[in-house]
């Protein structure tokens, strides 16, 4: 394990000889965990304008099935060939869209931005740490991510395409797909958990090993506890998931039988294979990843939130010590709640009782989370800036999502609605219109503490009303749909199932199918409110308003309490923490915040 | 560890052949025992997973120090063993509970 | 600022940065191979009656592999001694066993991954099936040493009956207008080759993977034990770490894959 360049140098002559690299060492190998942090984010935030492309274009699909894609068809004619012709999406570009808009989205945008960004970014200044505690590991964790994501980009322009099996990539139907698509998503998967892993040890070791003199665990910002959960969760949950990639790698390429059971079937022929294998196998190592990666998703978003709730409240967090108890209990739990994904495989009585159990005693944490923030919000006088307003979106909106997931935690209600459109409403709620805002609102937070400016106030508004009614027209819709009976992964929207075609019985109504273009639009509506943000962010990078000091959201916690930007090494002395995170309006000081390395 | 003293290292070295000796008797048992061919295969599996298990006590204890280890290390570890049982013993469960009529697994 | 605990513990957690590190890690592999002995036990289970090859790989040959583990095991622990009370030579005579038992199990994995390629099995269009080493191959016929098997209660059972009884087999010549499948003992072969070659290829690879880094260490790497002495010991047992999980992977692989 290497853990620094330069033991004997003094923290000024490293920084100098930091400089001397150039451009590359400065901006591309750094180690430093900012420049890290920002190039992840940057990396992360286009992934989630491209997931959103494919999308969008899929929407078309469901919307108008079988006319060409107006503006983009022809693009897509000429890069797909076949799979477009006449810009017509076929049913294969859109399961490949399907397959690549969730992995993309899950491993290459969200976890990353929430992770690899805002936590390399925040947790050592929090924490009061130089850096992390392995920086040139934490560079090649940068490095592995950036390589899955350009195999996952190139996977589209090999013949037959990217992976088509769904971000879940079911074997055998993922094994016996024809094409390298899946080898490719195979293959990127492993350099990205490859990534998380050392992101995670990293992330575990420098919370552990660097909280500065006095940070004690109880005084750690809860940004940080959701961190290191999450950290964990990466860290135990991957594992399981690398190895099954491995193996169905192995049935793609070595032609083994891991998931292939006897007497598959391909196309009609009996399979040329050993068969014996399990195909639930991988469904269990898949979601044994699967379920703890929600939590992956949301814990940081729930940390970014409470930071923005405690500042722009003025008041302490209310129950600080129960949100950190649980966020460990969540950790803990969700690694056995992972079969409720797997309801409809055919599964005994006494199992799914078991999964149904755990996954509703879950909940509990999620929900006490949820409620100290509501609470936190009461009697405060709230400062209704941008991030704020994201933070606050937040809150009912995860509740939403969170909510209407005990439908799906209940085996009986998910005989009905397992793989509908429900689902999707239900999952988007918590990831889209929670995390994502989430993020977005530790976008405007902490883009003054990078760049010294403030992104526009104006801009920023319009963002997030736009963005948060059209969210809502988005999903809010897809649950009437989902509870209709329709099913997700149709590349027509469910117009063969509708009542024109199959009859009244069993039938998609005319008014539930016409629901998808009214989503579709609200859809397109979503990209054109992100047109203020994009703007906004780059807008602002020279000319936004300058801040006038360090510390311009009159906050408590570490990372404002450093130069704007911060220093390579961040502090200019090690600051010693004599105080809880959130001493917001403590009585007898001087003024309504008193940070943590300061004595009133 | 950096507090161990030449006295503790001398001692610590004797400890070292111990389980090394150890070690090969748990193997030459195990492989006795195959050949040996016990009258039960669930004798022949526990048989060799109890010895091995003892051996991997003694690595992981001794071998890497694990027997006068931080807490911290403990925790970790702790919380580790008990997801790996989780998956373990989970997935074996759903895979043998299943409804009566399946068929396929 | 300068990266504290680098080289010194810290006072509360008492362990230094790389510590925790490496435990973190090993903390992932254990769910890594976790995850795969699970397999290894579903599809096990799973296998139909009498499919499940049990005795079929060179138990005298893998318990000299355990042994060479075991004996670098050692090796590598007296060297981390031995360096903690300043006998740099001694540390590096041990530590140079140690790699030198890593390359000796690699070679003698090899020779194992080898026979199984050149095992065969043939089954043939009338239901008899052979299984043997091959001799030799080409367009007419295929010649195998080895037994017919009894493939009455599963394949996996027939194949160790037939060499259960001491019995070396003879060559065997079936004609390639009999043959209806040919296969070699290799991962495409049954669950249990996947999960054998999987499992071991993996091992292996973190094998090969640590031998190299103690050999880093051991060589390249020497001069910061004058530059930094506290640091580099801290580098060997972290690398001695991991060496020992290797050798206990190994130890719980060996009675699965090869006796059980």
Not at chain 1, 127 to 154: E, H, K, T, W
Not at chain 1, 476 to 498: E, I, K, T, W
Not at chain 3, 92 to 104: E, G, H, K, S
Not at chain 3, 145 to 160: F, P, T, W
Request: aromatic content about 14%; charged content about 10%; overall charge neutral.
């Amino acid at each position: 394990m290497h853990t620094t360049t330069a033991d004997t140098h003094h923290a000024g002559a490293h920084e100098a000889h930091h400089d001397e690299g150039g451009f590359l060492k400065k901006y591309v190998f750094s180690s430093d965990h900012k420049v890290i942090g920002i190039q992840y984010g940057l990396t992360a935030l286009v992934f989630l304008f491209f997931g959103f492309c494919l999308i969008m274009a899929m929407r078309w699909q469901i919307a108008y099935p079988n006319t060409p894609i107006p503006l983009v068809g022809g693009l897509l004619n000429g890069l797909f060939g076949d799979l477009a012709t006449k810009g017509i999406m076929s049913p294969d570009l859109y399961n490949m869209f399907g397959a690549m808009h969730g992995t993309i989205m899950v491993f290459l945008a969200i976890v990353p931005l929430a992770f690899g960004a805002f936590g390399n970014l925040i947790v050592p200044l929090q924490i009061g740490a130089p850096d992390m505690a392995f920086p040139r590991i934490n560079m090649v964790s940068y490095q592995c991510y950036a390589a899955g994501g350009v195999v996952m980009l190139v996977s589209f322009l090999i013949p037959g395409g990217a992976a088509q099996a769904g971000w879940t990539s079911y074997s055998p139907l993922a094994s016996t797909i024809p094409g390298d698509g899946q080898t490719f998503w195979l293959v990127g998967m492993v350099l990205l958990i490859t990534s998380s892993l050392l992101g995670a040890v990293n992330f575990i070791a420098t919370i552990i090993q660097l909280r500065a003199p006095g940070m004690t665990w109880m005084r750690m910002p809860f940004f940080v506890w959701a961190q290191f959960v999450t950290g964990f969760l990466l860290l135990l949950a991957f594992p399981p998931l690398e190895a099954a990639g491995l193996m169905q790698l192995a049935d793609k390429v070595l032609h083994t039988s891991f998931f292939l059971p006897t007497g598959l079937a391909v196309g009609g022929n009996l399979a040329n294979i050993s068969g014996g294998g399990s195909p639930l196998l991988w469904q269990h190592l898949f979601w044994f990843l699967g379920h703890p990666e929600v939590y992956v998703l949301i814990l940081p978003a729930m940390g970014i939130v409470s930071e923005i709730v405690a500042n722009n409240t003025r008041k302490p967090l209310w129950g600080y010590k129960s949100l950190v108890y649980s966020s460990l209990g969540i950790g803990f739990i969700s690694f056995i709640v992972w079969a409720h994904h797997m309801y409809l495989t055919g599964m005994g009585t006494k199992i799914s009782t078991f999964f149904q159990t755990t996954t509703m005693i879950i909940s509990i944490p999620s929900v006490i989370i949820l409620t100290c923030l509501f609470i936190s919000l009461w009697g405060g006088s709230i400062r209704f800036n941008t991030p704020m307003l994201f933070a606050l979106a937040f809150l009912p909106m995860f509740g939403i999502g969170g909510l209407t997931g005990l439908p799906l935690g209940f085996n009986y209600s998910d005989i009905h609605l397992h793989d509908t459109y429900y689902v999707i409403a239900h999952f988007h709620y918590v990831v889209a219109p929670g995390t994502i805002f989430g993020l977005l609102a530790g976008v405007y937070y902490w883009y003054p503490k990078v760049t010294g400016r403030f992104m526009s106030e104006t801009l920023g508004k319009i963002h997030f009303w736009l963005s948060l009614i059209c969210m809502n027209l988005i999903f809010m819709p897809m649950f009437l749909q989902g509870m209709a009976g329709m099913l997700r992964r149709m590349s027509d929207g469910g117009a063969m199932y509708s009542v024109a075609k199959v009859g009244a019985i069993g039938g998609l109504s005319a008014a539930i199918i016409k629901l998808n273009e009214f989503v579709s639009h609200a859809a397109w509506m979503l990209a054109l409110a992100q047109l203020p943000f994009i703007i906004n962010f780059f807008w602002s990078i020279s000319n936004g308003r300058k801040v006038t000091s360090d510390n311009p959201w009159d906050a408590t916690t570490l990372e404002w309490q450093t130069p704007t930007p911060p220093p390579h090494g961040n502090f200019t002395k090690t600051p010693e923490v004599v105080r809880g995170p959130y001493d917001y309006s403590l009585p007898g000081a001087p003024k309504d915040f008193v940070p943590q390395n300061q004595t009133t | 560890m950096s507090d161990h003293s030449a006295h503790d290292i001398a001692k610590s070295v004797k400890k070292y052949w111990f389980v090394f000796f150890a070690l090969i008797i748990g193997t030459v048992i195990t492989v006795g025992a195959y050949f040996i061919e016990l009258p039960s295969v669930a004798l022949t599996v526990a048989v060799a997973l109890f010895i091995a298990t003892i051996k991997g006590f003694l690595v992981a204890g001794y071998f890497m120090h694990l027997i006068d280890e931080r807490k911290m290390i403990y925790g970790i570890m702790a919380s580790t063993a008990f997801f790996v049982v989780g998956l373990m013993v989970l997935t074996i469960w759903a895979m043998n509970d299943l409804p009566p009529t399946t068929m396929f697994k | 600022m300068e990266i504290p605990y680098v080289v010194h513990p810290r006072r509360d957690t008492g362990l230094y940065n790389a510590k925790v590190g490496i435990w973190l890690f090993l903390a992932s592999e254990v769910m890594l191979f976790g995850a795969l002995f699970s397999s290894y036990i579903l599809l096990r289970v799973g296998a139909e009656a009498g499919e499940w090859p049990t005795h079929l790989l060179n138990v005298p040959i893998g318990t000299v592999n355990t042994l060479v583990l075991i004996s670098s095991s050692v090796t590598v622990v007296l060297g981390w001694a031995a360096l903690k009370v300043g006998n740099f030579a001694k540390y590096r005579a041990c530590q140079t066993i140690t790699v030198l038992c890593a390359c000796a199990f690699v070679g003698i994995k090899s020779y194992e991954y080898n026979d199984k390629f050149h095992h065969y099995q043939v089954i043939t269009k009338d239901g008899k099936v052979f299984d043997g080493h091959l001799v030799s191959r080409d367009k007419e016929a295929v010649v195998l040493h080895g037994h017919q098997i009894d493939a009455s209660k599963g394949k996996a059972l027939g194949v160790r009956e037939a060499s259960r009884h001491g019995d070396h087999g003879k060559e065997i010549e079936i004609k390639a207008d009999d043959i209806k499948k040919i296969d070699n003992y290799g991962p495409a072969h049954n669950t249990y080759m996947s999960i054998y070659f999987t499992l071991t290829g993996l091992h292996g690879l973190h094998v090969v993977a640590g031998a190299l880094v103690i050999a880093y260490i051991l060589w390249p790497g020497a001069g910061m034990y004058k530059t930094d002495p506290e640091r580099y010991i801290n580098r060997v047992e972290v690398s001695g770490l991991f060496w020992h999980f290797v050798d206990l992977v190994w130890i719980f692989l060996f009675p699965v894959l090869y006796l059980l």
